[in-house]
């Protein structure tokens, strides 16, 4: 069974400048994660999709962050502008949905704002 | 709010056998889980406690007390390629049902 796919793997930008990050989930899984891990921390979930709705965005910094599930399956992460401070690992994760399921990480994304 | 905690970084010896433990307090408690993450790599699940007790698997083992708010992971027969971070994360089912994570422990197995 193929696992949760992320692309690119490293990016580095300048700061203001824009970024996407795409997440493809394990196949058949409805509840998919991003979070967003600081070198040294734990991860720290900025949004939760089931399906293609929003279950929680509480902790998205939707002034420059945004990100989409339209059709349920793949999901993109965007940041505009970026700032020094988004420099961190932006992990995805997926999981089948339901009150004790286990999530599944990808490799994650390396981002680089300088 | 949430507050999860585990020591920051651990050393143990090939072979010997390793406790990490992990304290919390939540507004709610739906399952406790460990993570593995080597360096530069995704957390890989480990175990998953829901009930008080001892939960093992192989070399590896997680234990839970709920009115303790306390878990530790248990790794036995230490290998070098046990060297990772070990994240603890609760599932609080206020809100979302969200993971809440530490800060990981830093565990470095030396010969």
């Known amino acids: 069974e193929a696992g949760v796919a992320q692309s690119p793997r490293y990016k580095i930008i300048e700061k203001r400048q824009s970024v996407a990050f795409w997440c493809n989930p394990i196949?058949?899984?409805?509840?998919l994660y991003w979070y967003q891990q600081i070198l040294g921390q734990g991860p720290k979930l900025l949004i939760q999709?089931?399906?293609?709705?929003?279950?929680?965005d509480s902790q998205l910094p939707k002034d420059r962050f945004s990100a989409e599930r339209l059709k349920g399956v793949d999901s993109t992460l965007k940041i505009q502008p970026a700032k020094l401070e988004d420099s961190a690992v932006y992990l995805c994760?997926?999981?089948?949905?339901?009150?004790?399921?286990?999530?599944?990480f990808g490799p994650g994304t390396r981002l680089t704002v300088l | 709010g949430q507050n999860i905690d585990q020591p920051t970084e651990m050393t143990a010896t090939e072979g010997a056998i390793v406790q990490i433990n992990c304290t919390y307090q939540?507004?709610?408690?739906?399952?406790l889980f460990w993570y593995q993450q080597h360096a530069g790599e995704a957390p890989t699940f480990l175990s998953y406690?829901?009930?008080?007790g001892l939960e093992e698997k192989g070399r590896f083992s997680s234990f839970l007390s709920r009115s303790k708010g306390y878990s530790y992971l248990l790794l036995k027969e230490l290998q070098m390629k046990d060297s990772a971070s070990y994240l603890c994360?609760?599932?609080?089912?206020?809100?979302?049902?969200?993971?809440?994570f530490g800060t990981g422990t830093r565990l470095t197995v030396i010969p």
């Open positions: 994760a997926s999981s089948l949905g339901g009150n004790a399921d286990t999530q599944y």
């Open positions: 196949s058949g899984h409805a509840t």
């Open positions: 999709f089931q399906n293609n709705g929003v279950v929680d």
């Open positions: 939540t507004s709610g408690f739906n399952g």
């Open positions: 406690n829901v009930l008080d």
């Open positions: 994360a609760v599932r609080d089912p206020t809100g979302a049902n969200n993971l809440f």
